[in-house]
Each structure stands twice: as structure tokens, then as C-alpha cells.
């Protein structure tokens, strides 16, 4: 007899990440890596975060605040809600693990769209849950075609506003109409970890309207991309406090790092880093959109730090060709990459490699 594993997890696949710079480096003996595949921020983090944790490291052997305090104080104050209604996770992909725990079981339906975050149909299947695929329209959330799937078996519906990896946006107007229509026992997930980066003004700019008018969304946000925080892995939720209350059975004690708690507090204070990341962010994607414009690579507005480009070469190995000339990209299926906007430097260099790899 062989040990046996659960039915629900038979079919999924380890995530894999990119090779590190240092791997690229060596296995191609090149000097010069750049990284343009996760959305991280090309700025790094804020100072005053880095500072914060260098104050931190003398309590390395004590266990962080597990009911996050501090950053929940913050959070509350900065937002203008109830301590309650707040809760620091271990980056976002923490949360949506904890959020499939505490409400998805066994044949419990979950939507969400075909391209988008992969974590929301691999916590689904975990959970034994079926997920329920909606086709993007245009590259952009079909919230007709989601609510036209809700069933008595709906649990959970995740929308990633902007969209990760298309970059497309729903309107506040349309999130709104949405939710009007969804019943109240269904859970909506709100996933805006690039919501700093939006440019457009019909953009729903201040999601806790959501929560306070809707008592079934939970609105999700992240400290990895605007605020450049990605290794120290802190994200937050706010929902009602009902919600957030029964998340808290959920999650692990200690689940956000002490560096990360202090860190995101310093970070939350910085608006200057984030108006520079914002810009720098602005800027770099003018400059890339006219690159694919001058080449002819069609690719959907993009309203985050990264863009969605059909490339019409077979994208993996368009990675593959990158790679070796010392730029890593996403390869995202079919004809696409999803490249990360860098420093100006470093977009130069992506459009230069790119022109080389596409002989255009
Ligand atoms: C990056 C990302 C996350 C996860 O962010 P972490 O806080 O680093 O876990 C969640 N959702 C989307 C859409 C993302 O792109």
C-alpha cells in the first residue's frame, strides 16, 4: 500500500516561477539580466520601509504581533473604517487561500474569468469546489456572462479589477450594476492589487463604497506592487466585520512577518515614493505602447504596471530567445507575453531585445 493524496489536488500543478536573474546569468553567461516578469516594482520599496526594518531586526526571536495591531490601526485610520472591518494577510495570495477556506466546500460553484490570476481556480479545486469559467469579452471581465452563470450552488465570484495579466479595467458604473444584481448569499471577491496604477477617471476609485453598500464583497489590496514590498509578503482584506471575523478562524496565528508589519506601516506613509512609481509607471508604458504601435503588436490598454501583447510568434519560445539575450518575460500562451514595465533603461533594452527576437 502506497500513501495516497487527496482526489482534489490530483490534477493541479505546482506553480513555477521564473528563473532567477542569478540562474539566467550563468546559464548564458550573460552580464546583464533584466527581470520584467512578475510586476515588481522597478523603483524597489520605499526608504522609509527599509528603515523600519532595519529598526526590527533585533526582535527577530519574537513571534510578530499575530493580531497585526499596528498595521490594522493604520489601515483603519488611513481608510476611515473599523479596525474590524480590516484584516493583514500574508500578501494576497494568503488571502486567497483563506477566502476559498472559510467559504467554498465540495461542489460549491465558484466564477471567475478564463485569463486572470490563476491562484482563484487552483484555491477552488483544492477546495473541491467547481469552478465556473466566463470567457473575457475583448480582453475585459463579462460581468453579463458572470451573472448570467450564478446558480443556487454559486458560493464565491472573483473580479480582478484592473485584470492580471490583460491589464483591462470594469467601470465603477458597471461594478455597480453588477453587484445590484447578484444575490446576497454570493460572496464577490475584489481583487485591485493595481489599483494605484490606474489612470482612468471611471475607475471605482474608492472601493469601500463596495463593502459599506454591498455586505457580500470583500475587497482585496496588496503591499507587492505599487508599494515594491513583494519579498516581505503583506496584503489586506476589508469586508464587514462578520466577514473578517470568521477569515480570522481561518487563517494561522502568526501569519504576517514582524518585518512586513512594520515595513507596511512606514510604506503606508510614503505617498512620495508612490507618486514617483506612478509616474515612472506612466511614463514607461507611453514609451512601450509606441514601440508596439512603430512594430504593429496589437495589445489591450493597459491600466497596471504590465502589458498583454500578441507578439504573432509562438510565445514561449519568443521567452526563450528573450531569456537568452538577458530579458525575462512571461510567455502567457499562445501568441502573448505579458511584460512588466520597468525603468525607462529598462524598457529600452526589453523593445531593443524584442525588435532583435521578432526580426522586426
Ligand atoms: C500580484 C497579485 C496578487 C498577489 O499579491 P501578493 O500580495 O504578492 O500575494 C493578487 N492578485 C493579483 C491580481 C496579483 O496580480
Given at each position: 500500500?502506497?500513501?495516497?493524496y487527496?482526489e482534489?489536488?490530483?490534477?493541479?500543478?505546482?506553480?513555477?516561477p521564473?528563473k532567477?536573474?542569478?540562474?539566467?546569468?550563468?546559464?548564458y553567461?550573460?552580464?546583464?539580466?533584466?527581470?520584467?516578469a512578475s510586476?515588481e516594482?522597478p523603483?524597489g520599496?520605499?526608504?522609509k520601509?527599509?528603515?523600519?526594518?532595519k529598526?526590527?531586526l533585533?526582535?527577530?526571536?519574537?513571534y510578530?504581533d499575530?493580531?497585526t495591531t499596528?498595521?490594522?490601526?493604520?489601515l483603519a485610520k488611513k481608510?476611515g473604517i473599523?479596525v474590524?472591518?480590516v484584516?493583514p494577510?500574508?500578501?494576497?495570495?494568503?488571502m486567497?487561500?483563506l477566502?476559498?477556506?472559510?467559504f467554498?466546500s465540495?461542489?460549491?460553484?465558484v466564477i471567475?474569468?478564463d485569463i486572470?490570476f490563476?491562484?482563484?481556480?487552483a484555491t477552488t479545486?483544492i477546495m473541491g469546489?467547481t469552478?465556473?469559467?466566463?470567457p473575457?469579452?475583448?480582453w475585459?471581465y463579462?460581468?453579463d456572462?458572470m451573472?448570467e452563470?450564478?446558480t443556487?450552488?454559486?458560493k464565491v465570484?472573483w473580479?480582478?479589477?484592473p485584470?492580471n495579466?490583460?491589464?483591462?479595467i470594469?467601470?465603477k458604473?458597471?461594478?455597480l450594476?453588477?453587484?445590484?444584481?447578484?444575490p446576497e448569499?454570493?460572496?464577490?471577491?475584489?481583487?485591485?492589487?493595481?489599483r494605484e496604477?490606474?489612470?482612468r477617471?471611471?475607475?471605482?476609485?474608492n472601493?469601500?463604497e463596495?463593502v459599506?453598500?454591498?455586505?457580500?464583497?470583500?475587497?482585496?489590496?496588496?503591499f507587492s506592487?505599487?508599494?515594491?514590498?513583494?519579498g516581505?509578503?503583506?496584503?489586506y482584506?476589508?469586508a464587514n466585520s462578520?466577514i473578517?471575523?470568521?477569515?480570522?478562524k481561518?487563517r494561522?496565528?502568526?501569519?504576517v512577518?514582524?518585518?512586513g508589519q512594520?515595513?507596511?506601516?512606514?510604506?503606508?506613509e510614503?505617498e512620495?515614493f508612490?507618486?514617483?512609481?506612478?509616474d515612472?509607471?506612466?511614463?514607461?508604458k507611453?514609451?512601450?505602447?509606441?514601440?508596439?504601435?512603430?512594430?504593429g503588436?496589437k495589445y489591450?490598454?493597459s491600466?497596471?504596471n504590465?502589458?498583454?501583447?500578441?507578439?504573432?510568434?509562438?510565445a514561449n519560445?519568443v521567452?526563450v530567445?528573450?531569456q537568452k539575450?538577458?530579458?525575462?518575460?512571461?510567455p502567457m500562451?499562445?501568441?502573448?507575453i505579458?511584460?512588466?514595465?520597468?525603468?525607462m533603461e529598462?524598457n529600452?533594452i526589453?523593445i531593443?531585445t524584442?525588435k532583435?527576437v521578432?526580426?522586426i
Open positions: 500500500m502506497s500513501i495516497s487527496r482534489e489536488i490530483k490534477d493541479l500543478k505546482p506553480y513555477k521564473g532567477p536573474i542569478e540562474d539566467v546569468k550563468r546559464e553567461g550573460l552580464d546583464r539580466v533584466i527581470k520584467l510586476n516594482n523603483l520599496c520605499s526608504e520601509a527599509v528603515e523600519a526594518i529598526k526590527s533585533d526582535n527577530l526571536s519574537l510578530p499575530g493580531n499596528i498595521l490594522k490601526e493604520a481608510l473599523g474590524d472591518e484584516l494577510s500574508s500578501g494576497a495570495d494568503e486567497i487561500d477566502i476559498s477556506r472559510t467554498v465540495k461542489d460549491d460553484e471567475m474569468a486572470t490563476p491562484r482563484y481556480i479545486k469546489g469552478p465556473v469559467i466566463v473575457l469579452k475583448d475585459t463579462d460581468l456572462g451573472l452563470k450564478i443556487d450552488k454559486t465570484i473580479l480582478c479589477n485584470n495579466p490583460t491589464g483591462t470594469v467601470t458604473d458597471e461594478v450594476a453588477f453587484l445590484d444584481k447578484v448569499n454570493v460572496v464577490v471577491v475584489y481583487d485591485e492589487a493595481y496604477f490606474v489612470t477617471d471611471d475607475y471605482p476609485k472601493s469601500i463596495f459599506k453598500k454591498y455586505p457580500n464583497v470583500i475587497v482585496m489590496r496588496t506592487k505599487i508599494y515594491g514590498l513583494a516581505i509578503r503583506v496584503g482584506t476589508i462578520e473578517i471575523e470568521n477569515i480570522n481561518v494561522g496565528p502568526f501569519n512577518n514582524s518585518l512594520v515595513a507596511a506601516v512606514a510604506a503606508l510614503d512620495d508612490l507618486k514617483k512609481a506612478y515612472v509607471n506612466l511614463e514607461g507611453n514609451y512601450i505602447y509606441e514601440e508596439f504601435d512603430k512594430m503588436l489591450p490598454a491600466e497596471t504590465h502589458i498583454f501583447v500578441d507578439v504573432k510568434k509562438d519560445e521567452f530567445e528573450m539575450r538577458g530579458v525575462i518575460i512571461r500562451g499562445g501568441t502573448f505579458r511584460v512588466s514595465i520597468g525603468t529598462e529600452k526589453f531593443e524584442l532583435e521578432l526580426n
